[in-house]
């Protein structure tokens, strides 16, 4: 596939989740997709496996990180790790809304703290309700009333309030956060499932094109793409389906 500007585009909204258990899993990956500029998405399943050297490898090779570890503590906690993962050079981290604004804040001051001379500030997101969250156990379990759209739109303003850069949220409530909040406000939408893939445990999903439509900013893909028996072909069949 030639990299046109188009698919250049295209590519950069992709996330492509590496959920490995081991670094040599994702290189095999890596490997593969060589080429294509997409974000790479760390977890804590591979963080916790292969550590910060593997986000450094990472972005030698050129890619741009998003360390998803959902940070959620007190905010004298989350700003010392905010401060840490700014330092390891990501591009983009993640931490939980329902921490408080006092926390959210916290994180943008340890990322401010860290910054290094002439580094580029990393995005901070917010994360609302898992994509796995359905309204009976978001009322019946978590103990939040009201609809998921109401929940989340609550977490939006926190962040939103707190300085951050955007939130991690459902495809399906990406029109509501762009009104709430303006389209540079970045949403981060999992959930995201090609035509005719398995659905797995996401309660909320689009497809690629859907997800665009909505005017989402990233999309983060996983299983649909690590697991499949041609990774690069379907990860360029979903670039193809977003030009």
Do not use: W
Not at 85 to 93: A, C, E, Y
Not at 106 to 133: D, F, K, Y
């Amino acid at each position: 596939m030639g990299l046109t500007r188009e698919r250049e585009q295209a590519a950069g909204k992709i996330m492509v989740a590496l959920d490995y258990a081991d670094a040599a899993s994702a290189e095999r990956l890596l490997n593969e997709l060589e080429g294509i500029p997409c974000y790479m998405k760390v977890g804590m399943q591979l963080f916790y496996a292969a550590g910060p050297a593997f986000i450094t490898g990472l972005k030698e090779r050129g890619y741009r990180v998003f360390l998803d570890v959902k940070m959620h503590d007190i905010p004298n906690t989350v700003k010392g790790g905010s401060g840490s993962v700014t330092r390891l050079g990501v591009d983009m981290f993640n931490v939980h809304a329902a921490g408080g604004s006092a926390m959210l804040e916290a994180a943008v001051e340890g990322m401010e703290a860290a910054l290094a001379a002439g580094q580029e500030r990393p995005s901070i997101i917010a994360v609302t309700q898992l994509t796995s969250t359905n309204q009976a156990m978001l009322n019946e379990q978590i103990g939040i009333a009201g609809t998921v759209e109401q929940a989340v739109l609550r977490y939006v303003e926190l962040a939103r309030a707190a300085g951050l850069n955007g939130v991690v949220a459902s495809p399906a409530e990406v029109q509501a956060i762009k009104q709430a909040c303006g389209v540079s406000f970045q949403t981060v939408t999992p959930g995201i499932r090609p035509k005719g893939a398995d659905v797995g445990d996401q309660s909320r999903i689009m497809t690629p094109a859907e997800a665009l439509k909505q005017g989402t900013d990233y999309m983060v893909i996983g299983r649909p793409i690590t697991a499949a028996a041609n990774s690069r072909a379907v990860l360029e069949a979903i670039i193809e389906e977003l030009i």
